[in-house]
């Protein structure tokens, strides 16, 4: 399998860790959705990372699709989502919620990368903020009254989405990450990028366009 796309997207970087974790082998291509656009294209006409191109050929699109693949590839014994039930519904309703949260957070960042100044809509911005600000809460309030070390109890998609954000989010805009006010998402984090499936996939954010 080849996987599309640089290790500092928390999408890209979901679905590497997916594959660590289950020791699947793959070609990692760190192509730049800006400088490799036109090469990512002949996979992903949306140009977007990450992309998955299977043994037989098929590009997987979208990070939450791919991962689904992938539960389906080493099948419900393994998967890091059960195929049904509460606990499903719950661990897809946080992995909505921290990918919404990053991207917000690749918006917010291409605001300020790509306009200037005045250039800049201060109503787009003060919305992201707020986005990000009130789901980091939310998602606080629920890994606290949850407790236990992972989010459904054994490590999961959702762990994976929520620390693969609050990395990304702490490089792109680490004024808006407070470890001292959100404690519990700070320890799963903390647990998370300590183990080696994170540590492998690792990359800092850099953009370039």
Request: net charge neutral; proline share 6%.
């Amino acid at each position: 399998m080849i996987l599309i796309g640089q290790y500092d997207s928390p999408f890209v970087r979901r679905v590497a860790v997916a594959l660590q974790h289950h020791g699947l082998a793959y070609e990692h291509r760190p192509w730049s959705v800006w400088a490799d656009a036109e090469s990512i294209a002949k996979y992903n006409p949306l140009r977007r990372v990450p992309v998955l191109v299977t043994d037989d050929g098929e590009s997987l699109v979208e990070s939450a699709a791919i991962l689904d693949a992938i539960d389906g590839m080493v099948g419900p014994e393994r998967a890091l989502l059960p195929p049904s039930g509460e606990a499903r519904r719950a661990g897809l309703r946080v992995c909505a919620l921290a990918t919404g949260l990053a991207d917000k957070a690749v918006s917010l960042l291409y605001e300020h990368v790509l306009r200037s100044g005045d250039r800049r809509s201060p109503v787009w911005v003060s919305r992201c903020v707020q986005q990000i600000g009130e789901t980091l809460d939310l998602l606080e309030r629920e890994r606290a009254a949850r407790g236990g070390d992972y989010w459904l109890g054994a490590f999961s998609h959702a762990d994976i989405a929520v620390a693969c954000a609050l990395r990304f989010l702490g490089e792109a805009h680490p004024t808006l990450v407070d470890p001292a006010r959100r404690p519990a998402l700070a320890a799963l984090s903390a647990r998370c990028e300590a183990l080696p499936v994170f540590s492998a996939v690792v990359q800092p954010l850099h953009v370039a366009v």
